[in-house]
């Protein structure tokens, strides 16, 4: 069956540390990546994607993402975060002839002065 | 370019009635999808439209429709609310059916059902 899976829910980081975010998927055809952040009460604001190429992706923000082929793994990045980066981050994946887009639970970031 | 316009933004009704959404895809994109979150399933896939016609369709009763028109806007409509249906309601837009393709979204019509 077709899935992704973020394992943590939440994650809390000090403001200038860095992150990681990691997302696994499960999905028979080529997958196509993304990466979505999702403020409270808005909508989700595309982060960056993975179509195919080069498995690391640059997106906004700075944020960036490495795809993994042997651990089906799309885990997001960041160096040094920011206060205005706490927000709930959703991983998804499509393919094949539809957009249908599977996400995953997503994981809450929390950033502390 | 405008990105999507989602209209209301904000909906509350009562158990038993019918509500219908908006959505206004970015200029020139001709698939729109749909997606339900709430905080217990998550983000769902509603369904998709390309040209006027639905291509995909997610597993929710047939108490949730939509169309979309020449100009590619589309609608939503659920009857007959269900305390359940209370959710975010997000719509996508994208400029070709196929899957290598990037869905871009509006900021959801919050749907309260009492």
């Known amino acids: 069956a077709q899935s992704v899976t973020q394992p943590d829910i939440h994650i809390t980081v000090s403001e200038g540390a860095s992150l990681e975010l990691r997302c696994n998927y499960s999905?028979?055809?080529?997958?196509?990546l993304f990466w979505y952040v999702q403020s409270p009460g808005q909508g989700l604001q595309l982060l960056l994607k993975?179509?195919?190429?080069?498995?690391l992706v640059q997106g906004i923000k700075g944020f960036e993402a490495e795809f993994k082929r042997s651990q089906s793994s799309f885990n997001l990045r960041k160096p040094s975060v920011h206060w205005s980066d706490a927000a709930e981050y959703f991983c998804?994946?499509?393919?094949?002839?539809?957009?249908?887009?599977?996400f995953g639970t997503g994981t809450l970031l929390a950033v502390q002065p | 370019k405008a990105g999507v316009t989602q209209t209301p933004r904000y909906l509350i009704k009562t158990r038993g009635q019918q509500v219908t959404l908006s959505c206004s895809p970015i200029?020139?994109?001709?698939?729109v999808s749909w997606y339900q979150q709430t905080p217990g399933q998550g983000l769902q896939f509603l369904f998709e439209?390309?040209?006027?016609?639905?291509?995909n369709k997610g597993n929710f009763p047939g108490r949730f429709s939509g169309r979309q028109f020449s100009n590619s806007r589309s609608e939503m409509n659920v009857s007959t609310l269900e305390l359940g249906d209370s959710a975010l309601y997000l719509c996508?837009?994208?400029?070709?059916?196929?899957?290598?393709?990037?869905?871009?979204f509006g900021p959801g019509t919050r749907l309260t059902v009492l």
């Open positions: 998804a994946v499509s393919g094949g002839a539809t957009n249908k887009l599977i």
């Open positions: 200029s020139g994109h001709r698939s």
């Open positions: 439209y390309f040209s006027e016609t639905q291509r």
């Open positions: 996508a837009s994208s400029s070709r059916l196929a899957g290598k393709d990037t869905q871009y």
């Open positions: 993975y179509f195919s190429g080069d498995t």
């Open positions: 999905y028979g055809a080529t997958p196509y």
